[in-house]
């Protein structure tokens, strides 16, 4: 598959929560991280994705925000992270920042260069890749 | 309308699947290409959406990713508008990429220049913009 | 709380809207303006999100649209803060736009260079912020 998305996990559905209109998706990561995608209930059932099915899991790097210190403070965000910062790479008003997860995984985040300089980001640094559930597209084998 | 979305088409409702929150909303566009939108209740409720209207939709270019190659992949993003390259504009850390779609239409789509490199996207190149329900903002005359 | 979401806004939870997977929370910031957040219900429960609770509300710039002219059209988009222009900072394909609103608070967009150099924006511009209730990320004390 050849997609600009930076972030392409490879999971296996754990549970599919129905709503009205849209449905949440529980995934392990074959890293052992856990996400959750939101997508339409029309894709739950045109992909056939049900609990124990092999997906992929995509998140474009402007939708991934980078947190160093979360202060005491929990999110809403359902998808957070955590790793430590691989590559930093700096434009004049955007940075991409690549962070390695425990379990091997990278995951990529486009941030402004403003805020990659206000949390001093540079290569070995932790940090904590964040985004929501709505973020995420899956993807089945056709 | 003056506007930072790069991407503004014109379009009639088809439908509209109302769910607790949010709605799902399908579009015809005036190219013949269709088009999901997922929007709150109230926002149905205020603009007063249902099959018929036209409505305008936009689309932030950072929502929208570019495929070149499915590899027999479906994905759950319930927008992907197959076209052609007409320009590709990079700078250090990102990139603008314009499509244009078999109806005439364009879409604009702001990826990481590192994915237009490893996708090799030039003037010409056959690409697929994607983006999800929940990426599309619609109008209305007030 | 380092993290690089360029606007965090603070606030007072007015109501929650509980659907069958994601629930609507409305908010007004300290500054006057009223905010719409789309969270799933997992993360009201987990939170503790309910009428009166002060929280956090995180939007990356990368989820803003900045808009000068509304030509009579009103958009399904929840949240629509009106101010000035203060700062443009213009890259290659990117800029990064500072907005003032009246209540003092910033706002802060990242949209294309293109779309910039387009509406014309520089300081002192009229402009409002426009993003989606599905781009708000709500935190709260742990």
Redesign the interface.
């Known amino acids: 598959?050849?997609?600009?998305?930076?972030n392409i996990f490879r999971g296996q559905i754990e549970s599919v929560?129905?709503?009205?209109?849209?449905?949440?998706v529980d995934l392990l990561l074959s890293g052992g991280e856990k996400l959750?995608?939101?997508?339409?209930n029309?894709?739950?059932q045109?992909?056939g994705?049900a609990a124990g099915k092999e997906v992929?899991a995509?998140v474009?790097?402007?939708?991934v925000?980078?947190?160093?210190?979360?202060?005491?403070?929990?999110?809403?965000?359902?998808n957070c992270l955590a790793g430590t910062v691989k590559t930093v790479?700096?434009?004049?008003?955007?940075?991409?920042i690549t962070i390695t997860l425990a379990g091997g995984a990278e995951v990529?985040?486009?941030?402004?260069h403003?805020?990659?300089t206000?949390?001093g980001l540079k290569e070995g640094s932790a940090a904590t890749a964040?985004f929501?559930?709505?973020a995420v597209?899956?993807?089945?084998?056709?």
Chains 1, 2, 3 share one sequence.
């Open positions: 598959m050849k997609i600009s998305a930076r929560k129905t709503g009205a209109v849209n449905s949440e959750v995608a939101m997508v339409t029309e894709s739950v045109s992909l994705l992929v995509l474009k790097a402007s939708s925000l980078v947190m160093t210190d979360d202060s005491g403070i929990r999110l809403s965000a359902r790479t700096a434009g004049p008003v955007s940075a991409e990529h985040a486009t941030i402004t403003n805020a990659e206000e949390l964040v929501k559930a709505s597209i899956l993807g089945v084998p056709a």
